[in-house]
């Protein structure tokens, strides 16, 4: 494949230094009035100011107070700042939040019209349920009766794990928490969330290779960044801020390198771009690191020192030379080679990744293949370097630390007994009561044994429709799942539309809690047993969320629902008090008005998170960060006098021990080149000392300030006695500490003492190249399921079928075992736009938002185009082989290559050609509607997370 190169784009911009670096408010100001050049201080301003709107004129007494509240914007995970202008409790402006560190004021489209939240006509207004196929309006009393009256039933005929619900990913943290907190007390794991298939294979790669499952740097460091590596991120549209960061690093002299099956917005910014075949990101990272190797380009004493097994890796590479390289991924040896160099020449450099890595059967190898890239450069635990992973949601990373997920407990820790005892503890209830509301038959653990639901993971949102159909034999639990609740969630964001449709239908109870209906109210032919639950949007709740680079923000609640919506938390306890638990479960809040406050639950979650450090964090100290965010510098997020001098912005977490210890957060992980109590660190001790009698422990490396010189395990009661610390613990932390980790001591003692003496809680390690707890313990290439080149599959294969995966049978070599690349010619895969977000129902009833974007579409290569007869806004059949097609508009264009084409995900409302308006309740349908990409997605689960594949499957395109 032929690299395209764009030329003179890293140049420095001479002039005024004020366009070659983030602006503060004080700077821009200043700025505003130099001699720079008009437009080029028009360009400084962000064109997404919305004044004061319309809808003021409506307000009774005009002369009332206007009231400005900061919050957070609900969309992409960036975390834009926003001041909403509030008069009589309506939300009549908005004005950027200059003093943001993150967005400096800038806003993306859907930013700019958040306002819309405040009073959109489209939303879920008060509850109802289905009679006869039609929806009627109900109370909440109502609701919540027949729902707890049916959930109950169900329970006590097939088990606690017949109900199986959906969280959020836009939930704020406390709202997350509370509903994987309502799962255990439920008495089931099976509850998931968005992050099972934006990112699971991201947490699951990263958190394996060197502790944590988690963007390692920020946004803001990448201005630091000397090289940026994208591949599978087309940030120009699905992070349109966090792409100023890294147009600000190309102004200051960055390369940008992009490589991407498709030629995206961002690639339009590359100094080099590469395109490959899709599926095929394995073969293109052992490329390079061919090429590195075989050059000596590896930082050696930082492999030797922090690194374990990168000599697998080599054997690995060694069989990628560039001719096979080219046969698997398309790319020459030319361009492999100029893009290794330039990763070589200029360090420290950021690999930055989305969904377009991690969406696949091997995701959680793309993802390690990416993290040996950065550790063979020794790119990661420096500033300007690491794993930037832009995530999703506004807390989808939130969610996935301490929300519903169904392989483990907040914060990261296990299903087996100690993770359980330990939230038992934070949460004061016995042990033995919590297991008895779980099953108590043992079912297969898919590898020989046998073990109880409470320590088995449960059905992930992936899969839930196979939890419906699969045969109640094959399934790993007492009964298939009988119930559904989508507690802010869009199903279209899910593969394989047409079966999803008949698992709705088999449902006998479909509870939809939502601020719109979503596609779950409209693809189903039910009649009966289905509601719609208006819940509150994040501007009707006050909360915290979690951006990308862990930084956690409070968001002050901007208004009132204007209809009958509820907060996640209300919703929670009453549908948990109906049920027989809200007493136990909610005993250690405030309760107000049914609802316990953010506060209170913020203050449990700092009480019980300590293995990822969100115990620092009280609601205190965000709320101070938020009111001094101009005190923040814009690079380095570090406050720069104040109160909060030498803290880092909204203290990203790992922001160790009690709000007391004053930990400043974390902002760049596995820094040795600062004191723990400066934010920096090393990598975690997570996977024992040795193996194979060679150490796993860090040599001759420690973070700075450190007493012990060289690697160590994880801090725990026999540790802090081994070195003569533990007298250093008061009374009641001792009678704390005795017997327990810095993960399970309550008091914060043992990490209080380890941080005293300049040690990492964690433990000092080395980071794992080979993982050997994985399928493949080094990441290999294996071909898609539905792979275009079928004559691949016998040199790099899939995986055997499993009888038992996340409770269910999994396939997959019995699916890749046909060729279907004859009669569907063409990759499909998908991405995001700019104007919407995620399933696409919030945005897309945006009025100011629906208007740019009206048509789901298909872009197909002007040869392939001709190919199928097909012309420029032609409406066409996309048709996948297992059955799924989409009636939408071609758009014949060369960013996609020959033999690929791309759609976004956002749309939902039709289906197969049919407009779905007709079964939304009145005036709650969509203004812009269309068919769901995954309605023809396919079959295809990742080994080790079940995340979908939705990047790399197969179609053809017809006329319609």
Not at 114 to 143: C, E, F, T
Not at 433 to 439: K, Q, S, V, Y
Not at 562 to 574: I, Q, T
Request: charged letters at 25%; a neutral charge.
């Amino acid at each position: 494949m032929k690299l395209v190169k764009k030329s003179g784009s890293a140049q420095s911009p001479s002039g005024s230094g004020l366009l070659r670096k983030p602006v503060s408010r004080r700077a821009f100001l200043r700025g505003s009035g130099l001699a720079v050049g008009g437009a080029a201080v028009a360009g400084m301003i962000p064109g997404t100011m919305v004044k004061k709107a319309k809808a003021a004129k409506r307000v009774p007494d005009p002369r009332a107070e206007v009231k400005q509240v900061k919050t957070v914007c609900g969309h992409c995970s960036v975390g834009c700042s926003t001041i909403a202008e509030v008069q009589n409790g309506v939300w009549i402006g908005q004005e950027p939040a200059f003093d943001s560190p993150i967005n400096l004021g800038a806003h993306c489209a859907k930013g700019a019209a958040l306002r819309n939240h405040g009073h959109s006509q489209r939303r879920v207004k008060y509850p109802m349920k289905m009679v006869g196929g039609r929806w009627q309006r109900i109370s909440w009393d109502q609701a919540i009766e027949e729902i707890g009256d049916k959930l109950l039933a169900i329970r006590e005929e097939s088990g606690p794990d017949a109900f199986w619900f959906a969280g959020s990913s836009k939930a704020n943290n406390e709202g997350a928490y509370l509903q994987r907190k309502f799962a255990a007390f439920w008495g089931s794991n099976n509850c998931d969330h968005q992050a099972r298939i934006c990112h699971s294979t991201t947490v699951a790669g990263v958190a394996n290779t060197w502790g944590y499952g988690a963007q390692t740097n920020s946004y803001n460091d990448i201005n630091k960044a000397k090289a940026i590596i994208m591949c599978g991120s087309n940030a120009a549209e699905a992070h349109p801020v966090a792409m100023q960061m890294i147009l600000r690093a190309k102004e200051g002299g960055a390369k940008l390198i992009v490589m991407d099956p498709r030629f995206t917005r961002t690639a339009a910014h590359s100094d080099v771009y590469v395109r490959f075949r899709s599926g095929t990101d394995v073969a293109l990272m052992w490329g390079l690191l061919w090429h590195i190797f075989e050059n000596e380009w590896e930082d050696k004493e930082y492999i030797r020192q922090r690194v374990y097994g990168m000599e697998h890796v080599r054997e690995e590479v060694a069989k990628w030379n560039p001719q096979e390289v080219e046969r698997v991924t398309g790319v020459g040896r030319d361009a492999m080679y100029e893009v290794a160099k330039l990763m070589a020449d200029n360090r420290p450099g950021t690999f930055v990744w989305c969904m377009g890595g991690t969406q696949h059967t091997i995701g959680s190898n793309y993802v390690r293949a990416y993290n040996c890239l950065q550790l063979a450069l020794g790119n990661i635990g420096v500033e300007g370097g690491g794993a930037n992973i832009f995530r999703g949601h506004d807390n989808v990373q939130g969610a996935t630390d301490i929300g519903p997920n169904p392989d483990n407990l907040p914060g990261y820790y296990p299903l087996a007994e100690g993770g359980w005892r330990h939230w038992s503890r934070v949460w004061g209830v016995d042990f033995d009561w919590l297991a008895a509301r779980f099953e108590q038959m043992e079912y297969s653990d898919g590898r020989g044994g046998t073990t109880k639901p409470m320590f088995t993971p449960g059905i992930t949102v992936s899969r839930w429709i196979d939890g419906v159909l699969e045969d109640k034999a094959n399934v790993a639990q007492r009964d298939n799942i009988r119930a559904v609740m989508f507690w802010g969630h869009g199903p279209n964001s899910q593969t394989r539309g047409p079966e999803m449709k008949r698992a709705f239908e088999k449902l006998d109870l479909l509870v939809v809690a939502d601020p719109y209906p979503t596609v779950s109210a409209v693809l189903h032919d039910r009649k009966e047993n289905t509601y719609l639950l208006p819940i509150a949007t994040q501007f009707e709740q006050a909360g915290s969320c979690t951006a990308s680079n862990r930084s956690l923000q409070w968001r002050e609640k901007v208004i009132d629902p204007l209809y009958e919506h509820k907060p996640d938390a209300e919703f929670a306890y009453l549908l948990a008090r109906k049920l027989g638990f809200a007493e136990e479960m909610f005993k250690n809040y405030e309760i107000v008005n049914n609802m316990p406050t953010p506060e209170s639950v913020l203050r449990e979650v700092n009480r019980g998170a300590w293995s990822i450090g969100y115990t620092g964090q009280s609601p205190e100290r965000l709320k101070e960060h938020m009111a001094n965010q101009r005190h923040f510098d814009v690079v380095s997020l570090k406050a720069e006098g104040g109160p909060l001098d030498g803290e880092t912005y909204c203290l990203p977490w790992p922001c160790y021990g009690t709000p007391e210890m004053k930990h400043p957060g974390t902002h760049v992980l596995y820094d040795t080149s600062k004191h723990v109590m400066e934010g920096g660190g090393n990598f975690r001790a997570n996977f024992g000392t040795e193996r194979d009698g060679v150490t796993l422990l860090a040599e001759d490396s420690w973070s700075k300030g450190a007493e012990i010189q060289g690697g160590y395990p994880q801090f725990d009661h026999a540790l802090l006695k081994q070195l003569g610390w533990w007298d250093e613990l008061t009374p009641e932390e001792k009678a704390e500490a005795e017997g327990k980790s810095w993960t399970t001591d309550l008091s914060g003692g043992i990490i209080r003492v380890a941080m005293k003496h300049g040690c990492h809680p964690f433990g000092n390690a080395k980071a794992r190249a080979l993982v050997w707890n994985f399928p493949d313990p080094v990441p290999v290439h294996r071909e898609p399921l539905y792979t275009p080149r079928h004559d691949l599959t016998a040199d790099y294969p899939t995986y055997e079928d499993r009888a038992v995966f996340y409770r269910l049978p999994t396939r997959w070599k019995s699916v890749q075992a046909k060729d279907y690349s004859r009669e569907f010619p063409l990759i499909h895969t998908s991405g995001r736009l700019v104007e919407y977000e995620g399933a696409g129902e919030e945005t897309r009833s945006n009025p100011y938002l629906a208007e740019l974007k009206q048509d789901m579409f298909v872009e197909i290569n002007p040869a392939d185009a001709n190919n199928a007869n097909v012309r420029d806004g032609q409406t066409v059949w996309l048709e996948g082989p297992e059955g799924g097609r989409l009636k939408i508009k071609a758009l014949v264009t060369n960013r996609v290559g020959r033999g690929t084409v791309f759609t976004p995900f956002h749309f939902g409302g039709h289906f197969q050609g049919e407009d779905l308006l007709a079964k939304y309740p009145e005036g709650a349908a969509p203004y812009v509607r269309g068919e769901s990409t995954n309605t023809a997605t396919t079959y295809g689960y990742d080994a080790v997370t079940m995340m979908q594949e939705t990047k790399t499957t197969l179609c053809r395109v017809v006329p319609a």
